[in-house]
C-alpha cells in the first residue's frame, strides 16, 4: 500500500476549500499546526484525487477557479457530480441549478479513482446523501470520513468496513478548539477542580452557508442534541443544558462567536458564575483535527490493526460511536499515533 493518502472530497464548501489551501501551505511550514506529524505522516503524504459537489456552479469546473490564488498541486482536479438524495439546498436553489449523478455512476467513478478515504463534507442537512456516500464508499472499497451530523458511523457499519480493511470515522467533526470542544474543557476543568456545574447554556451564531442551512429546524433540533450530550459527557453530575446554534448572522462571515453561560457550586454551595465569548473562524478550526484523524486512520488500515479506531472518532467528532471524555481522548490519540 503507498504511503501516500489518497482523498476524495464531497462538497466543495468552506472546509475543502481550506484543506486544499491548508494542503499547499504547510509544504513548507508547520506553523499553526497542531500536530506536524502523526503515525510517521505529514501533510506533504496527502494527495486530492478528486473532487464532487451538485451545485452546478462548480461541477465542471477546476479547483483553482474555485479557491482563489490555488497554486497546489491539486488545481486541476476538475469538480465531478456527487449523489443528490435530498431536498436541494436554499443556496443552491436561489442561486441555480443542481447537478449530480446516479448512485451507480458515482461508485463507478470512486471505483476508477480508488482513494484512500472518501471525505464527507457536504453542507449540513443532507442527510440521505451522507448515507449514500458511507454506502458507496464501503462498496467502492474505501475507508469514509463523516465530517457532517448525519448518522453514518455504527457498530454495524463500523464491522462492515473493517471487513473489506477499511474504516469509518465520524460523526459530526469536533473542531480544533470550537464552542463544543472549549465548553467541554471548561467543564473538565471545573470538574477537576472539585466545581460541580448545574446549569449552563452555550449559544452559537455564526456567518457562514453551513450556519445558514442549519437554521432548517430539524437540522437545528438534531445538532442541538449532539452537541448537549457531547458536552454532558464532561460532568461527573447531570446539569442542565442547552447548546446549539441559534442565529445566521451573515455579517460574521466564516465566524463563529459562542456565548457560554455556567452556574456551578464550590464549598458550602457558594456560586461560580461565568460568562464569556469565544470568536473562531470555522474552516480553519477544522481542518487540523481532519488532517490529524485522516494520517492516524491511514495508520491503522495499513496496519491492519483496528482496536484504535474508537480512540480517532472520540478525538476528531462530537458524535462517536464511543463517546470518550475530551482530556482522555487527546492523550490516547498522542499515546497511539505521535510516537
Ligand atoms: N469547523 C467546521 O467547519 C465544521 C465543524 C463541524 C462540522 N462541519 C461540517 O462539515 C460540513 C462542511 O462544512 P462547510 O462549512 O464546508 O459547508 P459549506 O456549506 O461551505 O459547503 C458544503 C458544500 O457541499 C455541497 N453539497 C451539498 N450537498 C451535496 C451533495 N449531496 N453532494 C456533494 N456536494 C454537496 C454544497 O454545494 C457546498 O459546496 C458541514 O456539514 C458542516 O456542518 C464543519
Redo the contacts with the bound molecule.
Keep these: 500500500m503507498s504511503n501516500k493518502i489518497s482523498l476524495a472530497l464531497?462538497?466543495?464548501?468552506?472546509?475543502?476549500?481550506?484543506l486544499v489551501k491548508g494542503l499547499e501551505f504547510y509544504k513548507n511550514s508547520t506553523e499553526g499546526l497542531w500536530h506536524p506529524k502523526i503515525g510517521g505522516l505529514t501533510l506533504n503524504d496527502f494527495v486530492i484525487s478528486a473532487v464532487?459537489?451538485?451545485?452546478a456552479s462548480?461541477v465542471g469546473k477546476s479547483i483553482s477557479n474555485i479557491v482563489k490564488n490555488s497554486k497546489s498541486d491539486f488545481s486541476n482536479l476538475t469538480v465531478q457530480?456527487?449523489?443528490?438524495?435530498?431536498v436541494?439546498?436554499p443556496?443552491?436553489s436561489q442561486n441555480g441549478q443542481?447537478k449530480?449523478s446516479s448512485y451507480d455512476e458515482f461508485v463507478n467513478s470512486l471505483k476508477k479513482i480508488k482513494p484512500d478515504f472518501l471525505v464527507?463534507?457536504?453542507?449540513?442537512?443532507?442527510e440521505k446523501?451522507?448515507e449514500?456516500?458511507a454506502k458507496a464508499a464501503l462498496e467502492a472499497g474505501c475507508s469514509f470520513f463523516n465530517?457532517?451530523?448525519?448518522k453514518t458511523a455504527t457498530d454495524k457499519t463500523r464491522k462492515d468496513f473493517e471487513s473489506k480493511g477499511t474504516m469509518i470515522l465520524g460523526d459530526?467533526?469536533?473542531?480544533?478548539f470550537?464552542g463544543t470542544a472549549f465548553h467541554r474543557g471548561m467543564i473538565d476543568f471545573m470538574a477537576s477542580r472539585g466545581i460541580l456545574l448545574r446549569k449552563a447554556y452555550q449559544l452559537d451564531v455564526g456567518g457562514?452557508?453551513?450556519?445558514?442551512?442549519?437554521m432548517a429546524e430539524e437540522t437545528r433540533e438534531r445538532?442541538r442534541q449532539i452537541k448537549t450530550e457531547s458536552i454532558a459527557i464532561e460532568s461527573p453530575i447531570p446539569f442542565m443544558s442547552t447548546a446549539g446554534t441559534t442565529e445566521y448572522a451573515e455579517q460574521l462571515g466564516?465566524s463563529?462567536v459562542s456565548y457560554y453561560w455556567m452556574e456551578a457550586r464550590g464549598f458550602l454551595g457558594s456560586p461560580v458564575e461565568l460568562d464569556l465569548s469565544l470568536r473562531t473562524n470555522?474552516?480553519?478550526?477544522?481542518?487540523n483535527?481532519i488532517v490529524d484523524a485522516l494520517r492516524a486512520a491511514k495508520k491503522v488500515t495499513t496496519n491492519k490493526d483496528f482496536t484504535k479506531s474508537d480512540i480517532i472518532s472520540a478525538y476528531a467528532f462530537?458524535n462517536p460511536p464511543k463517546k470518550m471524555h475530551i482530556r482522555e481522548c487527546i492523550k490516547s490519540f498522542e499515546d497511539a499515533f505521535t510516537n
Design positions: 464531497v462538497g466543495v464548501g468552506n472546509v475543502s476549500t481550506t464532487y459537489d451538485i451545485d462548480k457530480p456527487g449523489i443528490l438524495d435530498d436541494v439546498p443556496h443552491i443542481a449530480s464527507n463534507l457536504i453542507s449540513s442537512g443532507m446523501s451522507s449514500k456516500y465530517a457532517t451530523a448525519a459530526d467533526l469536533m473542531s480544533q470550537g457562514n452557508q453551513d450556519t445558514q442551512n442549519t445538532k466564516d463563529r470555522d474552516s480553519t478550526n477544522g481542518c483535527v462530537k
